[in-house]
């Protein structure tokens, strides 16, 4: 079980240090884990130079599935021990947070007026305590098992009247949309990874 802690820590951190940092443990035994695990396995889970490993295909699906697989075991111990299940802690954007979700939780408070909503909209919470999480995925990503789909988010482009009466419009190079989902999902939740 050390060995799948640390190597879950190692993948969703990215680096070794981070990871033994997290478990308060030395780089050299987060390293030691993982080695043991790929032995045990059979598989590479890291590549590249000792200092700067990178994770394989394969140690992206399997930290991937593992860090489901903790926050899953996490989830039932909370629900099992927790004793206050009126405080529900909801996760995510601050953007999605002001504009789409405050205005509704008046509606919600009324509807369920046991719970009282906590919001976090940043990593102040520890994965552990997030009841509801609200995130953008990639339109590639497969939804986890326990994900519903809230809305599909569309995007456009505004236009100048000025410049669409001048006929200008179709002269606007087009413009690419790309996000860098690994940053996004670093900065949404911080150094504890996917919650």
């Given at each position: ?9 190692a ?10 940092e ?14 043991q695990l ?26 991937f ?16 021990g ?8 909801v ?41 509801v ?22 995007l ?13 419009a ?11 989902w ?14």
């Open positions: 079980m050390a060995a799948l802690r640390a190597f879950e820590a993948a969703r951190h990215g680096r070794l240090t981070a990871a033994a997290e478990l308060s443990v030395t780089h050299g035994a987060i390293s030691r884990h993982v080695s790929e032995m045990l396995i059979g598989t590479e889970l890291f590549e590249g130079p000792r200092n700067r490993p990178k994770l394989t295909a394969e140690g992206r699906v399997f930290g599935a593992l860090t489901a697989a903790f926050d899953q075991m996490e989830d039932a111990l909370r629900i099992v927790r004793g206050d299940d009126s405080i529900l802690d996760a995510c954007l601050s953007t999605f947070a002001m504009r789409w979700l405050i205005p509704r939780l008046h509606d919600f408070t009324a509807k369920y007026p046991r719970y009282d909503v906590r919001l976090a909209t940043d990593d102040r919470l520890p994965r552990t305590q997030i009841d999480q609200i995130l953008v995925l990639a339109p590639n990503i497969a939804l986890p098992e326990n994900c519903s789909p809230l809305f599909q988010e569309q456009g482009l505004i236009i100048a009247p000025k410049l669409r009466m001048i006929g200008q179709a002269s606007i190079p087009t413009v690419q949309c790309c996000l860098d690994r940053r996004e999902r670093a900065r949404m939740y911080g150094k504890s990874g996917l919650g």
